[in-house]
């Protein structure tokens, strides 16, 4: 089983509409959670910090499940500027990333 | 700004031909990192520094090396690149106090073509 796991996607989404991606994690010790962001070519962006249960910022929300051991990540009233690579990332004493999941949105 | 500096932007080199990449940073972060991404894959870690503590990855290949003259620049150098080692070279930064895993800010990166 892989550290980090996402579904690659893409997941084509029409604008305005809410979408949710799922990180899993093998390792439950672990205590801090990333998402970033990565446009096409570019570096990747922390998005959010997530520490404990979850975190919120505008439209987007971060979810923890440790008994499950996935994070989520939550955005509503989706933009077109919010298409890219979403990427997970956990603290193993250091950053393990997925290898991301892509999204689309359409007009 | 504050921000984490790549150049050059893009490399081209040929097999074999060593090469240079270099990264700055104006955060005053103690821990600097280089990763490798390929095309639809997860950033790979290769090593970090914590100051002046040098920390490889038990999977990075002998091939690459890493120097860390000061706190504000770190390089990557590739002895002998290989056809394997196109690839995006991304460079990030973290202050930590305790160990080095924490929020981590990435630079525009490297892309490296190996003729």
């Known amino acids: 089983r892989k550290e980090v796991e996402q579904d690659p996607g893409p997941f084509n989404v029409p604008e305005g509409a809410t979408v949710a991606f799922n990180c899993t994690y093998s390792?439950?010790?672990?205590?801090?959670f990333f998402w970033y962001r990565q446009d096409c070519r570019k570096e990747p962006k922390l998005l959010m910090s997530v520490y404990s249960s979850g975190n919120e910022d505008g439209r987007f929300t971060a979810q923890l499940n440790r008994a499950s051991q996935y994070i989520s990540l939550l955005i509503r009233d989706s933009k077109l500027s919010d298409s890219a690579t979403y990427l997970c990332?956990?603290?193993?004493?250091?950053?393990?990333f997925g290898a991301g999941t892509i999204l689309r949105v359409k007009s | 700004d504050a921000m984490v500096i790549q150049n050059p932007r893009y490399q081209v080199t040929q097999f074999g031909k060593p090469v240079t990449l270099s990264c700055s940073q104006t955060?005053?972060?103690?821990?600097m990192y280089w990763y490798q991404q390929k095309s639809s894959q997860a950033p790979k870690l290769l090593f970090h520094y914590y100051d002046k503590d040098f920390n490889n990855e038990a999977d990075t290949p002998d091939n690459f090396q890493s120097r860390r003259p000061n706190t504000s620049f770190c390089f990557l150098d590739i002895r002998s690149p290989g056809l394997g080692d196109a690839a995006m070279y991304l460079c990030?930064?973290?202050?930590?106090?305790?160990?080095?895993?924490?929020?981590?800010?990435f630079g525009p990166g490297t892309r490296l073509t190996v003729l």
């Open positions: 990332a956990v603290d193993y004493n250091k950053l393990v």
């Open positions: 990030a930064t973290s202050r930590v106090q305790t160990r080095p895993s924490n929020e981590q800010f």
């Open positions: 955060l005053n972060h103690n821990v």
């Open positions: 390792n439950s010790a672990s205590q801090s």
